[in-house]
């Protein structure tokens, strides 16, 4: 009975070992135990470091469940946020539990609330359309939020006409379109910086350098971002054209459209609700979420109503759900962002202040092969320079990277660093002569050169 017990324990050991290697739900965590991270007070284009540990500090898992351990700071700058709010991203000190095998929920769909609804891979909170402002119909004004009078029942009570946070909280999101609530920083919506844009909707970017978590890269299938509360996944922008893994890459589209309407009174179901305001120029169509309709349709490239579909992706090759950050053709974040109004699986996900459960520790370090490396999508810009010099790194960066740069003869002139969870760093030349000079970067003892010409 003994051998048997220990055969036993062996084979589940290695059966549990091989699952956390293969489960992108286990392995595509950014883990950080020394970096910290920084912010921007406004009036200020320096960075300020806030001491706080970036990305997820620890990820355990058991049969049924992943738990992240993680401050809820982000690795690219945070701040300003320059309509009024008074926070900073702070310490979340959070534990959140995802279930490892999502199931679909065959019911009636869960709404999404207010509040944390997912995590994005590197610790940073998900919240989906809403602001917590609403239109109350008895006193004929907004209410909930700062500044308005409570909504009738309170916080997270059920509202006809619901605010969207990405069109009112423009002017309060950083130039990584993100913001806190209470110190709890989050984003509304797809996770890349607004100088990152086709066509560039704010200019927080202009004083306040920042980039974000990933660069959208239209001829690559965006990286996995993070899960939601049911354990699905969620991707960036692009995708495979086709749910099979077929067509190329496509920018993959909200199933939501604006309604034709003038008036708020009914929703897009032809449910008589309370009025909301008529559509004008105070309120004008896309103000709230009921102004959107979801309409099928068969082109695989467009979402469902939860904006997710059943797909390949390179993480899973043999097809799971997944939400999708959708974007215009500028990249400018579309209904319903990222997920929702509905879940498409089981809630089951939360965040707790304990476990009680048996887990194992996942440690092991995202790494990349020697072909990967050198593959990275790397655009160092403009070229020639004369005062300053970016490296942007497309798609999702999940090295720490040293970055350096040399003249033709190999002396080290600056070094500085891209962390996981970051897309770019920069170079001040002012002070450099013209000539040819080498940009290295490199991380696990591979590394990769670019020529960059400098003129004064």
């Known amino acids: 009975m003994k ?77 300003p946020f320059l309509d009024g709010n008074p926070s900073q991203a702070q ?50 004004a907004l209410c909930g939020g700062p500044g308005n009078p409570p909504c009738p029942g309170g916080p997270g009570a059920t509202m006809n006409w619901n605010r969207d946070a990405v069109l009112a909280e423009m002017s309060g999101f950083d130039c990584s379109k993100g913001h806190p609530a209470m110190g709890n920083y989050h984003h509304h919506q797809n996770p890349s910086a607004f100088d990152l844009d086709l066509n560039v909707v704010s200019t927080i970017c202009n004083l306040y350098d920042a980039d974000g978590l990933y660069a959208i890269n239209p001829s690559q299938h965006s990286p996995l971002l993070g899960f939601a509360y049911d354990g699905f996944p969620i991707y960036g922008a692009y995708g495979y054209a086709n749910a099979n893994g077929t067509g190329g890459i496509s920018r993959i589209k909200s199933g939501y459209q604006l309604r034709n309407i003038t008036v708020r009174t009914h929703h897009a179901d032809g449910s008589d609700v309370p009025d909301g305001p008529p559509v004008n120029a105070a309120y004008p169509i896309g103000t709230f979420r009921e102004d959107y309709e979801w309409t099928a349709n068969t082109d695989e490239s ?107 003869q190999g002396k080290l002139l600056q070094e500085s660093k891209i962390n996981k ?36």
């Open 302 to 408: 467009y979402l469902d109503e939860h904006n997710g579909r059943f797909c390949i992706t390179p993480e899973y090759p043999n097809g799971i759900y997944c939400y999708f950050a959708t974007v215009d053709s500028n990249y400018n974040s579309v209904y319903p962002y990222l997920v929702g109004p509905t879940y498409y699986g089981n809630v089951t996900g939360e965040k707790v202040t304990s476990i009680n459960e048996a887990t194992t520790v996942y440690n092991n370090p995202l790494s990349v092969t020697k072909n990967e490396f050198k593959t990275l999508d790397i655009n160092i810009f403009p070229n020639p320079a004369s005062d300053l010099i970016a490296v942007q790194i497309g798609g999702l960066n999940n090295q720490d990277l040293v970055i350096k740069l040399f003249d033709i």
């Open 91 to 140: 310490d979340q000190n959070a534990i959140f539990k995802f279930p490892l095998n999502p199931v679909q929920n065959t019911g009636t769909p869960t709404s999404t609330t207010g509040g944390n609804i997912g995590v994005f891979i590197n610790g940073v909170a998900l919240f989906d359309y809403r602001d917590g402002v609403a239109w109350n119909p008895t006193t004929n």
């Open 421 to 456: 969870g970051q897309t770019i760093s920069y170079f001040d030349i002012q002070t450099v002569y013209s000539g040819t000079y080498i940009v290295e970067l490199s991380a696990n003892g591979l590394s990769v050169t670019r020529k960059i010409i400098i003129e004064k």
């Open 3 to 79: 051998k048997i017990t220990v055969a036993f324990g062996a084979l589940l050991m290695s059966i549990t070992g091989v699952f956390a290697q293969t489960n992108p739900a286990i392995t595509s965590w950014l883990q950080n135990s020394t970096t910290t991270g920084s912010y921007y007070m406004s009036g200020n284009s320096t960075t300020i470091s806030n001491n706080i540990l970036v990305n997820c500090q620890l990820v355990e898992y058991s049969t049924n469940n992943i738990f992240i351990h993680t401050k809820g700071v982000p690795a690219y700058p945070t701040g």
